[in-house]
């Protein structure tokens, strides 16, 4: 009597051996060389490795021949915390074709599987992990820590991408050209495009869960293709409005449309030496609840430091900073509206007094929030 459980890998058999009730099994390679035998006495089962064998069993003068035991794989999901990603979608093909999904834990596991070749390949929308897939070769034991981690942002070749589009013009609706529009986002590395001649941008972005705000960012720069590092160029504009905030990214990204007509417009600094200009806002003002900031554009006359303070209609001074300045050289300070201690500042009429570098003006700036 010969009983075999192939999933616990337990073999016992009842023969009569020499007089002898025992179990006898002869162990053999994939190759039909013999490797052991083990003899028991009645009554014991045998707990025997089956990894790349193949088994005989001796029952008087009948041979038996059968395959090894099924075999399991079993791995993890992470995310970029190295925690659990659930409910990933993981294939396995080859020899045979499963499909899981990942648990709370991010664990995924096959049962049941033949000696044979396998592929495991996990598959999330707007997710991307640090391999594509795994390969096994002849899988003839248990395998476990087949593991996969999601990546920050993917490399190489992107299929799966949405378009976010615009140009940069002129206050008379013409393109700027070579101007770097920068591109930020949560899970999405700083890139730049420099705009062709008609002055537009566009961007790739790929498929991915989680993006939050983006922001598109004009700015000028020397470059003709793609810098790290934009350098200012000569003549300088001031770009309204100064960025684009993309709230709608995440939508777009699944449903898989694209995001056009980012616009911005650049207006040239035209600044008399030893001027100042206030830019910033389309209307005229600063309109600080939907980000909007003034630029303070100055041509020293002279090197040195310039002092920016800015006052209340009281005379309250509510923020103040300075910056070192060479001659004849444009240069851009930013006000974002809040005061020292970085709260929002009321509606009103507010007083910016710039002074250094042969600089001595008032100007006057309106916010509304």
Known sequence: TIAIDQHSNIYTTETNY???????????????????????????????????????????????????????????????????????????????????????????????????????????????????????????????????????YPTGLIENTIIISGQVKDAHGIGLENIAVSLTGKRFPKAYKITDIEGKFVFAVPIIHDAGIYTLAAEETDYTSVPENPTPANERYVFIPPTINLNQVQASLDAGTNIEAQDFMGIPMVVDSNNVKILGGERGYINTAQGEKAQIVVNPGGSGTIEIKIYDLSGNLVWETNKEVTANTVEIITWDGKNNDRERLSSGIYIARVSGGGINQIKKIALIK
């Open 18 to 152: 020499q007089g002898e009730t025992q179990n006898r099994i002869q162990k053999y390679d994939p190759l039909g060389n013999h490797v052991t035998t083990i003899n028991q006495s009645y009554g014991h089962s045998l707990a025997l490795s089956t990894t790349g064998a193949v088994y005989t069993v001796s029952n008087n003068s009948e041979i038996l021949k059968f395959s090894p035991a099924f075999y399991q794989i079993k791995g993890r999901i992470t995310d970029l915390n190295g925690a659990g990603l659930a409910e990933v979608p993981v294939t396995l093909s080859g020899s045979a074709t499963v499909n899981a999904l990942t648990d709370s834990a991010g664990v995924y596991q096959f049962t049941d599987l033949a000696i044979g070749n396998y592929t495991i390949t996990p598959a999330k929308k707007g997710y991307y992990f640090n391999q594509e897939n795994i390969k096994i070769s002849a899988l003839a034991e248990n395998l476990e820590n087949q593991d996969f981690a999601e990546l920050f």
